[in-house]
């Protein structure tokens, strides 16, 4: 493929994981979404395959065996959503990137306003839901999510935002100097700054496929988030040792009143100290538990290890494998 050095070049990246049955109609919406900017911007896609165990891999490499805009990224192994996405802006050389699911609920549509705001001058914009078709119980726990996140954490991150998001050269090599294993990525987004803004959209119903975040994987997610830009339940822990060493004084003095003053209304609290006692441990044990994650994230950081590794890199010009190649 030739390419205009004069244009600006624009590079969506898919983070693929066993979606197979999502990936033709993809490629043909957002195929259609940018014609009328194909004057304008030198296009291509990144497809970074994350272990899929479905057909994903063979239908994204007959992908780029028809279309040389198409980069396949193929993962050593499912390293998950957040590196994948990592792997993409590691690879990427282009003048913005636009990230996006590949399961149709961001409608590509909305890129061509995302674009619009680049052209305007920002380097970050991020595409924020006001609107989602999903069930009950996914609406409330996001909105919990949000609004927990936004008051622990250390850093303004936007409510109600994916990953999807257009993201100038300046910002992705800014991203690429951050390499923690545990990675909330919309988070380091908000974190390294640079002129950002939002566009709302109304998120669509999944086309195909199942979600690659169940509970288990949100909850975890979640905890990256918070735990990654706030230290505050390690304040929070401090602030209960403290509440209830308060409440013990006082307990002490009401014990002490009791035996000074009314010694016949003294009645033993077997039951009681043994809830106390019960109490007291789950506390500690609770305490234990936010201590341990934040080391944990501590020593597996210091582990310094790669953040993925990959098998091979497949174009309509190259198709090359590369196993055990990892990120910087």
Same mark, same amino acid.
């Given at each position: 493929?030739?390419?205009?050095?004069?244009? @600006?070049?624009? #590079?969506?990246?898919?983070?693929?994981?066993?979606?197979?049955?999502?990936? +033709?109609?993809?490629?043909?919406?957002?195929?259609?979404?940018?014609?009328?900017?194909?004057?304008?911007?030198?296009?291509?896609?990144?497809?970074?395959?994350?272990?899929?165990?479905?057909?994903?891999?063979?239908?994204?490499?007959?992908?780029?065996?028809?279309?040389?805009?198409?980069?396949?990224?193929?993962? %050593?192994?499912?390293?998950?959503?957040?590196? %994948?996405?990592?792997?993409?802006?590691?690879?990427?050389?282009?003048?913005?990137?636009?990230?996006?699911?590949?399961?149709?609920?961001?409608?590509?549509?909305?890129?061509?306003?995302?674009?619009?705001?680049?052209? $305007?001058?920002?380097?970050?914009?991020? +595409? $924020?839901? =006001?609107? =989602?078709?999903?069930?009950?119980?996914?609406?409330?726990?996001?909105?919990?999510?949000?609004?927990?996140? =936004?008051?622990?954490?250390?850093?303004? !991150?936007?409510?109600? #935002?994916?990953?999807?998001?257009?993201?100038?050269?300046?910002?992705?090599?800014?991203?690429?100097?951050? @390499?923690?294993?545990?990675?909330?990525?919309?988070?380091?987004?908000?974190?390294?700054?640079?002129? $950002?803004?939002?566009?709302?959209?109304?998120?669509?119903?999944?086309?195909?496929?199942?979600?690659?975040?169940?509970?288990?994987?949100?909850?975890?997610?979640?905890?990256?988030?918070?735990?990654?830009?706030? *230290? +505050?339940?390690?304040?929070? !822990?401090?602030?209960?040792?403290?509440?209830?060493?308060?409440?013990?004084?006082?307990?002490?003095?009401?014990?002490?009143?009791?035996?000074?003053?009314?010694?016949?209304? +003294?009645?033993? /609290?077997?039951?009681?100290?043994?809830?106390?006692?019960?109490?007291? /441990?789950? !506390?500690?044990?609770?305490?234990?538990?936010?201590?341990?994650?934040? !080391?944990?994230?501590?020593?597996?950081?210091?582990?310094?290890?790669?953040?993925?590794?990959?098998?091979? *890199?497949?174009?309509?010009?190259?198709? #090359?494998?590369?196993?055990?190649?990892?990120? =910087?």
């Amino acid at each position: 493929m030739h390419r205009n050095p004069q244009r @600006r070049r624009i #590079t969506f990246i898919f983070p693929i994981y066993n979606e197979e049955e999502n990936i +033709a109609l993809l490629d043909t919406t957002v195929g259609q979404v940018i014609e009328p900017l194909a004057d304008r911007y030198d296009f291509s896609f990144l497809y970074v395959d994350d272990g899929s165990r479905d057909g994903s891999l063979a239908r994204l490499t007959e992908l780029a065996e028809r279309d040389d805009r198409v980069t396949v990224i193929e993962l %050593a192994r499912n390293f998950g959503h957040q590196m %994948a996405v990592t792997a993409g802006l590691d690879l990427v050389d282009a003048d913005a990137v636009i990230i996006m699911d590949s399961d149709l609920q961001d409608p590509p549509r909305v890129a061509l306003e995302l674009i619009e705001r680049w052209e $305007q001058g920002y380097d970050v914009v991020y +595409a $924020q839901r =006001r609107s =989602r078709r999903d069930s009950a119980f996914k609406k409330l726990t996001a909105g919990v999510f949000y609004q927990v996140l =936004r008051t622990l954490a250390s850093v303004d !991150i936007p409510k109600n #935002t994916g990953d999807f998001r257009l993201i100038d050269r300046k910002v992705v090599d800014e991203l690429r100097k951050y @390499r923690e294993r545990d990675r909330f990525l919309r988070g380091l987004v908000a974190y390294v700054g640079f002129k $950002q803004t939002a566009v709302l959209f109304d998120r669509d119903k999944r086309h195909a496929g199942v979600t690659g975040y169940p509970l288990r994987k949100m909850l975890r997610f979640a905890a990256d988030g918070i735990l990654g830009f706030s *230290v +505050a339940p390690l304040k929070m !822990i401090t602030r209960l040792g403290h509440l209830i060493s308060l409440l013990s004084f006082f307990g002490i003095l009401y014990v002490a009143g009791v035996k000074l003053f009314a010694p016949e209304t +003294a009645v033993p /609290g077997w039951a009681f100290m043994t809830i106390a006692m019960f109490f007291l /441990g789950g !506390i500690q044990i609770i305490m234990l538990g936010v201590l341990g994650s934040y !080391i944990g994230r501590t020593y597996s950081q210091v582990q310094n290890r790669p953040l993925y590794g990959v098998a091979s *890199v497949r174009t309509a010009m190259l198709a #090359t494998s590369e196993a055990g190649s990892t990120a =910087r």
